[in-house]
């Protein structure tokens, strides 16, 4: 009897590895980027503490821009992938904005975000491309997942205006006392506090951008 061969799908060898590769690298860059800062962070230690070649690092990473880029993006995605979920989208406007606010004080103020925040105003004048990385892969970011939830709002005819303008908005009301309270180390917006912030900020934006009634 002949022996039997196992035939394997062309591309399936190897992805597993390449998946932990990566993973690896992401959590390796991820603690060094925050340990060290990133222009102390170079390819070769991150490729060194994901135990993996620098040539490894530079194919599944382009740059150590890329790689940072993808850090904070990652972040983002995962904080506010319930945003986009229909169970959000079809709660009333109040809870819609409720569900925002609590994903964006959740992101901002958490400690990995604050830590990398922390880096970009440290290293702004050495690493100046740092901010339009944070910018573009964070802040607008954050503010076209808020937008899209304030769009259906819009349509519904419960706001009235433009919808990047009105997340703006709400995003800086938000914000606004949380962060000064973390910057002086005053105790933290958390649990019923931060809701209540939440709702009030809400409540403003509802009022503010009312549709006007015709005479």
């Not at 993808?70 to 506010?80: G, I, P, S």
């Not at 933290?188 to 009634?213: D, K, N, Q």
Request: proline letters at 5%.
């Amino acid at each position: 009897m002949s022996p039997q061969h196992t035939t394997l799908r062309p591309g399936t060898r190897g992805r597993p590895t390449d998946m932990a590769k990566h993973a690896a690298i992401m959590a390796a860059a991820q603690t060094l980027f925050m340990e060290n800062g990133y222009a102390a962070t170079s390819m070769e230690r991150i490729a060194d503490a994901a135990q993996v070649s620098k040539l490894t690092v530079y194919r599944h990473f382009q740059s150590k821009d890329a790689l940072f880029a993808e850090a904070v993006a990652r972040k983002c995605r995962a904080m506010l992938n319930d945003l986009g979920t229909e169970a959000t989208r079809a709660q009333e406007p109040a809870a819609m904005l409720q569900a925002a606010g609590e994903a964006f004080l959740g992101l901002i103020l958490h400690p990995e975000a604050l830590a990398m925040h922390q880096i970009i105003v440290s290293e702004r004048q050495r690493s100046p491309e740092l901010g339009a990385l944070f910018f573009n892969n964070a802040i607008a970011f954050t503010q076209a997942q808020v937008t899209a939830l304030v769009e259906i709002l819009v349509e519904r005819g419960v706001l009235a205006g433009d919808a990047a303008e009105i997340s703006g908005d709400y995003l800086a009301l938000l914000r606004h006392r949380p962060v000064l309270h973390q910057e002086f180390g005053i105790p933290p917006f958390e649990g019923t506090t931060r809701s209540a912030h939440i709702a009030r900020c809400a409540g403003v934006i509802l009022r503010a951008y009312a549709p006007v009634s015709a005479p």
